[in-house]
């Protein structure tokens, strides 16, 4: 059974670009989450698409924005790239029950900003 | 609002010691789950364990084990007889709508 993929493992991008993230959850999990982790503020969470709908969103500004896909797949983009958002991204995925089952994490798409 | 939290930033130990990592949690809900996650350097973080608030059963697992206690709100995670490769970044989690990570503690074990 294959695991969470995701692509790319490393970007680098130039402040004001934007980004796009891409998530293929396990065969069958149809909830995603999207966690940002950095050394300053840790794992904090972004935002969680189940069955194509944002189902709960973190405290992130507009700048970040989801979807997902009806196989499930999701992306994350971020536009107008800041240095701050330099960040080890984190896709997780669960079949729905996420309080109940956890997740299970993607090795994550490390973004440096320069 | 829930929070979790890992007093403990870095931990360091000799090969073979036994070593326990703390969490303290705080929620308003009666019904809740508990995880602990691994990171390796490699960076995908790799579930460990969960445990739902009405199960106050310790749990053992090989080398690890867990101390639920939910009169203290602490759900702390101890490896016996370390080794190098139990080298890692732990996270304790609570989880309602989506998952709290705590802070994370580093664990180094030098042989």
């Known amino acids: 059974k294959a695991g969470v993929t995701q692509t790319p493992r490393y970007l680098i991008k130039t402040r004001g670009q934007q980004v796009t993230l891409s998530c293929s959850p396990i065969?069958?999990?149809?909830?995603v989450s999207w966690y940002q982790q950095t050394p300053g503020q840790g794992l904090q969470f972004l935002f969680e698409?189940?069955?194509?709908?944002?189902?709960n969103k973190g405290n992130f500004p507009g700048r970040f924005s989801g979807r997902q896909f009806s196989n499930s797949r999701s992306e994350m983009n971020v536009s107008t790239l800041e240095l701050g958002d330099s960040a080890l991204y984190l896709c997780a995925s669960s079949t729905g029950q996420v309080i109940n089952y956890g997740y299970t994490f993607g090795s994550g798409t490390r973004l440096t900003v320069v | 609002a829930q929070k979790v939290t890992q007093a403990q930033t870095e931990i360091s130990v000799v090969e073979k010691e036994d070593v326990t990592l703390d969490c303290v949690y705080e929620t308003r809900d009666t019904t809740y789950y508990l995880f602990w996650y691994k990171q390796p350097p490699s960076g995908e973080l790799v579930f460990l364990i969960r445990?739902?608030?009405?199960?106050?059963q310790n749990e053992i697992s090989g080398r690890y084990s867990w101390n639920f206690q939910k009169s203290t709100s602490s759900f702390n995670f101890t490896i016996t007889a370390s080794q190098v490769v139990d080298s890692a970044v732990y996270f304790c989690a609570l989880s309602e709508a989506y998952m709290r990570f705590g802070a994370g503690t580093r664990l180094t074990v030098k042989p």
């Open positions: 698409y189940f069955s194509e709908t944002q189902r």
């Open positions: 445990r739902n608030s009405f199960d106050e």
């Open positions: 065969s069958g999990h149809r909830s």
